[in-house]
């Protein structure tokens, strides 16, 4: 792809098909808030080639921020952390086997010098994902600041001051 060719600013990815159904909650909040992504399958064990050749170009691309969904042992958010400055978002997708508490402490566990952010298991983890990455950008983006504050005042206008039934 050429040069900042890419509108979408964040990328979403993710190990797998079935992490969608979690890493849709990232981009579904994004585009609440007007906010483009980029959503890809990228996995560190079966296309580890691809997850290679994204880390790589994703800036070229422009992207600026990554969401990065796996689990069981999530290797993913750590691996593209270890491949590009950019900003990784980690979320730990929700496990059959060890409910995501495998996913978790995989993401959580980088070695100094390698950051990456880690959200809760699941989720709420995609959507917080989602709206932090969003408050990165909005950093450097008035109107998506605005957009961020209007979001999350509808959020808590939303909350009854007492239980309905
Ligand atoms: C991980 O293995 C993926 O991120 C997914 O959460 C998990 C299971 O993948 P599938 O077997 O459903 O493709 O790499």
């Given at each position: 792809m050429a040069e900042g060719?890419?509108?979408?600013?964040?990328?979403?990815?993710?190990?797998?098909?079935?992490?969608?159904?979690?890493?849709?909650?990232?981009?579904?909040?994004?585009q609440e808030?007007?906010?483009?992504?980029?959503?890809?399958i990228v996995s560190a064990h079966?296309?580890?080639?691809?997850?290679?050749?994204?880390?790589?170009?994703?800036?070229?691309?422009?992207?600026?921020?990554?969401?990065?969904?796996?689990?069981?042992?999530?290797?993913?958010?750590?691996?593209?952390?270890?491949?590009?400055h950019l900003p990784v978002l980690g979320?730990?997708?929700?496990?059959?086997?060890?409910?995501?508490?495998d996913s978790l402490l995989s993401i959580v566990q980088m070695p100094a010098g390698i950051p990456t952010a880690t959200f809760a298991i699941g989720e709420a983890g995609a959507t917080n994902a989602g709206l932090y990455a969003a408050a990165i950008l909005a950093l450097g983006d008035p109107a998506l600041t605005q957009?961020?504050?209007?979001?999350?005042a509808?959020?808590?206008?939303?909350?009854s001051e007492r239980p309905e039934g």
């Open positions: 060719a890419n509108k979408a600013k964040i990328a979403i990815v993710m190990g797998s098909q079935s992490d969608w159904p979690t890493m849709r909650c990232a981009a579904e909040v994004l808030l007007g906010v483009e992504s980029d959503v890809r079966r296309t580890p080639d691809r997850m290679y050749d994204f880390a790589r170009g994703a800036e070229a691309e422009g992207i600026r921020l990554i969401i990065a969904g796996a689990g069981g042992a999530a290797h993913l958010p750590g691996m593209l952390s270890a491949l590009t979320v730990p997708v929700q496990s059959k086997a060890l409910s995501g508490q957009r961020l504050k209007d979001w999350r509808a959020r808590t206008e939303s909350v």
